[in-house]
């Protein structure tokens, strides 16, 4: 590889996520960049059924072929790039069936050190439009999507089918988990959270509804308990209990269950997107006017404070509930996305949220972020907490798949990814927090 770039590769086994039998040429992994500095982050979200990624890169100057690098099964790396550096990058994802696509070609370069620090109220503004609006409308979209897929499945049921809607569903779960570094607002208030993402759920509860008289619509299915709707229903509806569902186990009421519950998470995405568009409930203006008129965030500092805590509760949430809990228990009941086994990328885009909310980035839209107030006044503790980032990440994705064996097999890298995430938090809690002034 050039000289240019120093990868810094996390590895780790292909994992199937799938037990079906078939192959399939894997679909276009989407591509994110962060930077600060020369320092810059790529990573891409994991393709079911890749067993290699390969990325692109042409000079920003004219155009012209840099080189193309094998990045086996890794699905992030860092680099640090020259001065006057900038380059095109794009992705695709490889298995022996075929490739993907590349993905959406994206910028890479030294970002500037810009002389002019951003006011509270742009970063504030950015968070609410750029950050939180624009995930939860991705979230709709993706949920639109699922529904669409086990729509298909219904008419069709195949396995070729089956496994669109499981790669439907894991793409589906990337916006919620980047989104829980801000469950406030109408995500709560609406209660919308426990609707659409209950955890643990009771598969014998479940089972029952599928065995019972219950008509399944979307009317009925709207009205069960959180544990019998949402995200793991679904998940488990379409995995089951092992994660080795074929088509052919899919019966008549398992169909009608997701196609109503699948309506039903789209239903209500839509709520909570619409709960903050400006055309819409317009809950974005009353945290963007923070401190211009909102009554439920009278200042400035009321709305940071919301931003931070928010980092704080995922954190504290991904090291005590998500990753200490099943640890500590051995037991695969207390793992999040266990049918799936999609466990480590919903740990690590719950710390991609934390990054997205110090940013101000989100997928291809940037803006300035908390580290935009933080790094003129400590240098230093933006620094620590952009690599404590990225730490954490990296921790996660050493863990490997699936969680619910690695919690008895890998206990020490499951311990590992503990003490990166607590070392961040403590960073949120001890050093960041204080930097808000009292609301």
Same mark, same amino acid.
């Given at each position: 590889m050039e000289t240019w770039v120093k990868l810094i590769l996390i590895g780790g086994a292909a994992v199937m996520f799938s037990a079906i039998s078939h192959a399939e040429i894997p679909e276009i992994p989407k591509l994110y960049v962060t930077t600060n500095g020369p320092q810059a982050s790529l990573y891409w979200d994991e393709v079911s059924g890749a067993d290699n990624y390969t990325l692109i890169a042409s000079n920003l100057s004219d155009g012209s072929p840099f080189g193309q690098f094998d990045l086996d099964v890794s699905s992030r790396f860092s680099t640090t790039l020259p001065e006057g550096a900038g380059f095109f990058i794009s992705i695709r994802a490889e298995n022996t069936d075929g490739n993907s696509n590349f993905s959406i070609p994206r910028l890479l370069a030294v970002s500037p050190d810009s002389t002019e620090m951003p006011s509270v109220e742009q970063v504030i503004q950015n968070y609410a439009r750029n950050v939180v609006f624009n995930t939860y409308t991705d979230l709709a979209e993706q949920t639109k999507m699922l529904r669409a897929a086990i729509i298909e499945l219904q008419f069709d049921t195949t396995d070729k089918n089956l496994y669109q809607a499981q790669n439907t569903w894991r793409n589906a779960r990337r916006p919620w988990e980047q989104s829980e570094a801000f469950l406030f607002g109408p995500v709560d208030t609406e209660g919308l959270d426990p609707a659409l993402d209950s955890w643990p759920i009771n598969s014998v509860d479940i089972q029952n509804v599928v065995d019972g008289g219950i008509p399944l619509t979307t009317e009925t299915v709207s009205a069960f308990e959180p544990t019998l709707k949402g995200f793991h229903v679904i998940e488990y509806l379409l995995y089951g209990n092992d994660g080795r569902k074929t088509a052919?186990?899919?019966?008549?009421?398992?169909? *009608?269950?997701?196609?109503?519950?699948? $309506?039903? =998470? +789209?239903?209500?995405?839509? #709520?909570? %997107?619409? *709960?903050?568009?400006?055309?819409?409930? $317009?809950? =974005? +203006?009353?945290?963007?006017? #923070?401190? %211009?008129?909102?009554?439920?965030?009278?200042?400035?500092?009321?709305?940071?404070?919301?931003?931070?805590?928010?980092?704080?509760?995922?954190?504290?949430?991904?090291?005590?509930?998500?990753?200490?809990?099943?640890?500590?228990?051995?037991n695969a009941t207390f793992v999040e996305s266990q049918f799936s086994s999609n466990s480590r990328s919903d740990f690590m885009n719950n710390i991609r949220s934390i990054r997205n909310v110090y940013t101000g980035n989100y997928s291809l839209s940037e803006g300035p972020g908390l580290n935009a107030l933080v790094k003129p006044i400590n240098p230093a503790l933006d620094e620590a907490i952009n690599n404590q980032i990225e730490k954490a990440i990296a921790a996660i994705h050493a863990i490997p798949q699936p969680f619910t064996e690695s919690i008895v097999s890998n206990a020490s890298l499951v311990q590992e990814a503990i003490d990166e995430v607590k070392t961040l938090l403590s960073l949120l809690v001890d050093q960041l927090l204080p930097l808000v002034p009292s609301a």
């Open positions: 052919s186990q899919l019966t008549t009421r398992e169909l *009608a269950y997701l196609i109503a519950a699948a $309506n039903v =998470l +789209s239903n209500d995405a839509r #709520a909570l %997107a619409d *709960a903050w568009n400006p055309n819409e409930g $317009n809950f =974005l +203006s009353v945290f963007s006017q #923070a401190g %211009a008129g909102s009554t439920a965030y009278p200042s400035l500092a009321a709305a940071l404070q919301e931003m931070v805590e928010g980092m704080i509760i995922i954190s504290d949430e991904v090291v005590n509930g998500k990753l200490s809990k099943p640890l500590a228990e051995r």
